[in-house]
């Protein structure tokens, strides 16, 4: 077989071939090499450049870790989803979860053992946190190095592959998170190569994807989303931070890759789908590419769960100060955005942009009470049963899961998981493992947080600690949680109109603590005062409340009117 690599900088480069070092030839800012006599799969590789040897910018498989050689690899696995015909978002609830940290063995194999669990729930997407190569054993995933290979300890990329393959089996389309905006602290060796970086941002180096010699840079990108969906059958891939993308030519390379992404989808006939985390505040990332807009297919409403939070928990430090606003939970769940051209006190300047909510549907923004970030970015990692009661939490169930968005559910919130969800790491580098737990303790030391307060990143048990426990879920208040969330999502189901994504057709009412989302004919209601209130006229089809003739304290009703 042959070897190719995209490197500019050097003045030369060979490859290294199990052990034999071979010299490529330059074509243009390529280097190739001639043909070598190579097992078909499992040859060790790597680019030697200056007497040092790289793996593959490309890599697909890193068996040893990120530093050492890439192994060729062949996509020649055996499916069995050839029947799949993909999922639209468009009435979709999502689960998103961490692999690592999903069952105690934290493999791909052993999440598959999951799966008939995420189907009775009535899950449809299974997003899963980033599975490509980063240093170390155990972390979150989003300081990976080499974004085409799949981290060995999960299982590798065959893994991965029979994990999509499992899902498919289930219904279950699978979503991908992937990090385009930096590269890790360890391992980042794309610099070595040519110009792939441009300046950093808050978490590393970013990529250069507007200056002299971009163009690659930006395929490098594309190619990489373009291989998830098509080599490992991936339903869609949700972008990390794209505010953090610096691209400023005419084509923003969210819309080159939009673009290119629904051309894929039209020749592998499945819907493919594209779903940005930013902090703009900005519906022009989820506007039709003909509209104007980049032609993604939906984004993460931090706003949503901003609000949510102050109403269940009342804190209102740092950026959750702006959110207890009177009428914000109301006007955000209408409007998409709480900060849409306003002041953002956090910030300290006006922030985002109104939706258009007569054009732009709710399906195109996802609604959560909670997910790994919004979480795991707290000092200790707790979660909300930590801090508000079991009503309130299905209050909060209640209205993410009848709301015109697409709902999102993180790992073990279904049943108020006891477990929380904190940062960790394992870079063997012990430099760098005490900056980043130093740096850690600083950060929330500036919230106000004791430096005993905050877990240490790097400590075995701050990983134990963050594993599902699976047996909770059977327990008395855990059971009462996952039975009701399992009664919303089929609610969900059975009556469309509680899907229904027409954000110019909700309406919220609100009287002091209690909400009434008008859904079509249904209504739900949500108390979360301390008083009784009346419920409307109507069958009940569901209620959390202990009182059958008025809704209860931390209690909701879904109603029908006859």
Known sequence: MSFEVWAPAPESVHVRVDGFDHEMKRDGDWWRSAKIEVAAAGTDYAFVIEGKAYPDPRSLWQPNGVHEASRVYRHDFEWTDQSWTGRALQGGVIYELHIGTFTPEGTFDAAIGKLDHLVDLGITFVEVMPVNSFDGVEGWGYDGVLWGAVHEPYGGPDGFKRFVDACHARGLAVLLDVVYNHLGPSGAYLDKFGPYFAGRNDWGPGLNLDGPNSDEVRRYVIDNALQWLRDFHVDGLRLDAVHALDDRRAVHVLEELAAEVDALSAGLNRPLSLIAESDLNDAKLVTAREGGGYGLQAQWSDDLHHCLHVALTGEIFGYYE???????????????????????????????KPVDTALIPGYRFLA????????????????????????????????????????MIFMGEEWAASTPWQFFASFPDP???????????????????GESDVPDPMSPQTIENSRLKWDEADRAEHAKVLETYKALIALRRSRPELADPRLDRFVVEQDGLCFVLHRGTT???????????????????????ANPSSLSPESFAVVAST
């Open 322 to 352: 702006d959110f207890a606003a009177p009428g914000a939970l109301k006007n955000t769940l209408e409007k998409v955005f709480f900060h849409a051209g306003t002041w953002s006190s956090f910030r300290e300047k006006h922030h985002g």
């Open 368 to 407: 959560y009470t909670q997910n790994h970030d919004q979480i795991g970015n707290r000092a200790t990692g707790d979660r909300l049963p930590a801090t508000v009661s079991t009503g309130k939490l299905l209050c909060a169930a209640a209205i993410v899961l009848t709301s015109p968005y697409t709902p």
């Open 523 to 545: 209504r739900v209601v949500v108390n979360l005062g301390t008083t009784p209130v009346p419920l409307p006229q109507g069958e009940v089809l569901l209620t959390s409340s």
């Open 431 to 449: 430099q760098l493992a005490e900056a980043v737990r130093t740096g850690r303790r600083k950060e929330f030391a500036r919230h106000g947080w």
